[in-house]
Structure formats: C-alpha cells, structure tokens
C-alpha cells in the first residue's frame, strides 16, 4: 500500500518512469529501513496499470536498451490516493505506517487529517490508560 502511495502522490505532480519514482522513493526511505528492488516497483506500477489509476503515456525504444515507458495519474489514481492516505491514517499501528501518507498530505484535505489525527491520539490515550490502571493493580508487570 505504501509504495503505491508513494507511485500515486509523485505522479500526481508529474509524470515518470518507473525507475525515476524508484530513486524518488529512495530518497525518502533510509537504505537500512527498506530496499525496493525494480521488481517491486515495476510489480506495483502493473498493478496501479491494471486498476486504471495510472496510464501509459509514452514508450521510447532504443536499440540495445529496454524500452522507457512514461506514465501518468489518472482522475480514478488521484481519488484513490486521496481515499489511500485517509485509509493509513483510520489504520494506524505505528507511526513508520504513516510515513508515505505523510509525505503527501498536501493532497488531502488538512481539516479531515486533523480529524484522523485526533482519533489516533484519543484512541493511544485510552491505552496508555489501560496499561497505567491494569499496571497499577499489578495486572501487567512492568519492564524493568
């Protein structure tokens, strides 16, 4: 899901090949937290194809070379980006989850994000509470 995320938000400002959103994604991700291999990419690139949220736009052939293919966002990707960020922000584990919503949320609307974000912390609240009382009836050890 994140690496779609990824493809989605930097087609949406702009079209590239498979391999330019690669490097973008690179300099994102620290190399110790992710390796993304080109099948990774080329596979979720088929996948955005087949679900109509992405279209080829240009190929280039050149003797001894594979061929280049440009794509771009289509009006069906930038909903689904769009529903995708809101959907990693409603199911939230961790905040490593959210680093590729993260990275566009300057293509959602902001009041709806804050919404989100208060449900996250309200929801964490109520587990840190959960542990300090289950903790303080000696329910849960505590790591020491």
């Known amino acids: ?3 779609q995320i990824f493809i989605l938000g930097a087609l949406s400002e702009g079209n590239y090949y498979p391999y330019d959103i690669k490097k973008r994604i ?22 955005l194809l087949k679900k109509g949220l992405i279209e080829k736009i ?36 961790n905040v490593q989850s959210l680093y ?5 949320l300057d293509k ?3 009041h709806k994000i804050t919404y989100l974000i208060k449900d996250i912390i309200e929801k964490m609240n109520k587990k840190l ?3 300090d009382f ?5 329910l849960i050890c505590k790591n020491t």
């Open 134 to 138: 289950h903790t303080s009836q000696g």
């Open 1 to 3: 899901m994140s690496i």
């Open 58 to 93: 240009e190929t280039i052939q050149t003797e001894n070379r594979p061929d280049k293919t440009t794509y771009r966002i289509t009006e069906k990707g930038l909903e689904s980006l769009e529903e995708s960020i809101y959907q990693v922000f409603q199911k939230f584990t």
């Open 129 to 131: 509470e959960y542990i």
């Open 26 to 47: 690179g300099k994102h991700l620290n190399q110790t937290d992710a390796k993304i291999t080109e099948g990774t990419i080329y596979y979720n690139f088929e996948v």
């Open 100 to 104: 590729a919503a993260l990275i566009h």
């Open 108 to 110: 959602v609307d902001n």
